[in-house]
């Protein structure tokens, strides 16, 4: 058990919906990451939050979104769906930023099915 | 963008076979870290290295950084059943952020 959580485990929802992935980091972690990893494919970055702020972006679309609130648990939105947004979606967690040997803890992940 | 290419993308082997795996990158690395995911997991980190030509062992498994830190490799010995999943290697970004490669899925059959 990594110490993060992630809800729900698995969403299967339609083309054109929304949904929202919830993540609860470590205790004590301060960043939060969100990665989608599609089949057979490695994980691709979509954003880090550290103590409540953005430090960092990757290939996110413009229909997702994501934050971290003072509790420090972090929410991903996930808009107008398509069918190719079906994906792994992992949450991982770090003590500070990502330093020269900070380790990144994982989630079990959150599985969206969208048809 | 893809910075980080690994190789092979598949790899299914005999238990008791001895494999190599690689990570390559065009550019260098400040520090490098190879996680295994299993499957229906999240990734799990199995080493950090960040000196050139460092060599790390834990247990069967070999990691070695390369001297001018632009590539690593993961060699494993005797394979076992429990080696199969996913291995990602990583390194973190410019800005924070932690770059994965693209993967090699290994699978060691009994």
């Known amino acids: 058990d990594s110490g993060v959580t992630q809800t729900p485990k698995h969403l299967i929802t339609a083309t054109g919906q929304r949904v929202t992935l919830r993540c609860s980091p470590r205790?004590?972690?301060?960043?939060v990451y969100w990665y989608q990893q599609s089949l057979d494919q490695g994980l691709q970055f979509l954003i880090q939050y550290y103590n409540g702020e953005e430090r960092a972006k990757g290939n996110i679309l413009e229909r997702f979104s994501a934050q971290q609130f003072p509790d420090l648990h972090s929410e991903l939105n996930l808009s107008s769906l398509e069918l190719g947004d079906s994906a792994l979606y992992f949450c991982?967690?770090?003590?500070?930023?990502?330093?020269?040997?900070?380790?990144?803890?994982f989630g079990e992940g959150s599985r969206l099915t969208v048809l | 963008t893809q910075l980080l290419e690994q190789s092979p993308q598949f790899l299914s082997i005999q238990e008791g076979e001895n494999l190599t795996v690689y990570c390559n990158s065009s550019s260098v690395f400040s520090s490098l870290q190879w996680y295994r995911q299993e499957p229906g997991e999240g990734p799990v980190l199995l080493v950090t290295?960040?000196?050139?030509?460092e060599v790390k062992k834990l247990k069967r498994l070999t990691f070695q950084f390369g001297d001018a830190r632009k590539d690593s490799s993961l060699h494993i010995t005797a394979a076992q059943p429990g080696d199969t999943g996913l291995y990602l290697c990583a390194r973190t970004g410019g800005t924070y952020k932690y770059i994965f490669g693209t993967g090699t899925r290994l699978k060691v059959l009994a």
């Open positions: 290295v960040v000196t050139g030509g």
């Open positions: 205790s004590g972690d301060l960043s």
């Open positions: 991982a967690s770090s003590v500070g930023l990502a330093g020269v040997d900070g380790e990144l803890f």
